[in-house]
Every structure is written in C-alpha cells, then in structure tokens.
C-alpha cells in the first residue's frame, strides 16, 4: 500500500498477557519509529530504527517493551507482562531519511 | 530534556474564524519543527520548518518559525468544520536522529 500499516488496528489484553504489534513501512523507508500516546497527550518517542539497526531505544519504559525489524521492512513491537498503564495508542512512522515522518494509524491497546 | 508545549490546549470557534495555534519549543541542537493534523487516527504531515522567517502556505493554513524566540505559529483562515481536529506539533534535534518531541496538542473544535 502507499502508506504505513499496523496491525491489529485494537487490542485488548488482560493483565499478564504478553501482545505484539505489527508495523508494515512506507515501501523503502530505511528510518522506521515507534510511539506511544496516551489519552490527551501528545506521542511520546519509543525506539528507532535505521533499516534492521535499532539505533536508539531510549524510550522504551521498561524491559517488558521489545522491538525489533529483522529484515529492514516489517517492525513488530512486544510488550511482554502487560500492566494497565501499558494501554494507549502505538503508532509506528517512517521516513526517507529526512525529519518527514509518515505516521500509520496506530493501535489502541486496553489492558484490563 | 527536549521540551515541546502548545496553546491553547483548546480553542472553539465558528466556520469563518481565522485561529492561531502557538507552540513553543526548547529542543537540544534545534533541527527542524513539524506540524501535524491528527483526526482519530494517524496524524498527518502538515508543515516542516527549518528557516526563520520564511511561510510555509498551504491553501488556508500557513506556519511561520522564529528561531531566536524559539517558537512556531500555525493559522487556518476562513475555518471550516472539516478543521477540527487536534494540531500536534513537534521539534527534531540533531543529536536525537531525527526522533520528534511532540508538544500535548491543540484540540480545535470549529461549529458551523
């Protein structure tokens, strides 16, 4: 397709449960973020990708967040544990190389 | 750390109203600020600014950036319904590859 896709569009989980997230790229984009946005507030950076490398992950909140993009296109972001405060909506973005980043339409995880 | 912050957080107004989104910003090694459009879903591009001084138009909307106070404008003229939306906007730094620090957003409500 001719923008960024993610998979499942919602989730829920109970508490515990371990969940991945899909995000499918604009085809070619070698710089690929992850974020995370809670009710009412701006997305806040998760991690970053240049092509398979993960170059920062300062974002990630814990250890129980995981994410990787092993062949360079298709990232898929693990949460493992989820805790209540782990709901809200992930969105993945791409870009060319520049500061333009595309966003997809986000998952919305509830953990009850 | 990088900080981004919006006003208002709300604004309402009628179709015809010309409005005036404001964002500050304190970003590490400046690089560029973004606005976004973001309608329940993913968030789209609207504006990349690099330069003081210089529009950036687009149909209704424009957006201006001045460096030296460290703060961005966006106006929509002649405001429609189809305006509201939350507007995001969000700075990169040089140091950070690109990753974008995202002010709360403005949440803009246009009646007809």
């Known amino acids: 397709g001719a923008g960024v896709s993610q998979s499942p569009r919602y989730k829920v989980a109970k508490r515990g449960q371990d969940v991945a997230l899909r995000c499918d790229p604009i085809?070619?984009?070698?710089?690929l973020f992850w974020y995370q946005q809670a009710l009412g507030q701006g997305p806040e950076f998760l991690t970053y990708?240049?092509?398979?490398?993960?170059?920062?992950k300062s974002g990630l909140p814990s250890d129980r967040f995981f994410a990787e993009r092993p062949e360079g296109s298709v990232s898929t972001l693990k949460i493992q544990r989820t805790q209540q405060e782990d709901s809200a909506v992930y969105l993945c973005?791409?870009?060319?190389?520049?500061?333009?980043?595309?966003f997809g339409p986000g998952t919305r995880l509830t953990v009850l | 750390e990088d900080k981004v912050v919006q006003s208002p957080l709300s604004l309402v107004v009628h179709e015809g109203d010309t409005v005036t989104l404001n964002c500050s910003y304190e970003?590490?090694?400046?690089?560029?600020l973004l606005w976004y459009k973001q309608e329940k879903k993913a968030p789209t591009f609207l504006f990349m600014l690099?330069?003081?001084?210089i529009e950036k138009k687009s149909g209704r909307l424009s957006s201006i950036l001045d460096k030296k106070e460290l703060f961005s404008i966006l106006n929509i003229t002649a405001t429609q319904t189809g305006d509201s939306a939350i507007y995001l906007c969000?700075?990169?730094?040089?140091?950070?590859?690109?990753?974008?620090?995202f002010g709360q957003g403005t949440i803009l409500t246009v009646h007809p």
């Open positions: 690099t330069s003081s001084g």
């Open positions: 970003v590490t090694n400046f690089r560029s």
């Open positions: 969000a700075g990169t730094s040089g140091t950070s590859y690109g990753k974008l620090t």
């Open positions: 973005a791409s870009s060319a190389g520049g500061d333009t980043q595309y």
């Open positions: 990708f240049q092509n398979e490398a993960q170059l920062d």
């Open positions: 085809s070619g984009h070698v710089s």
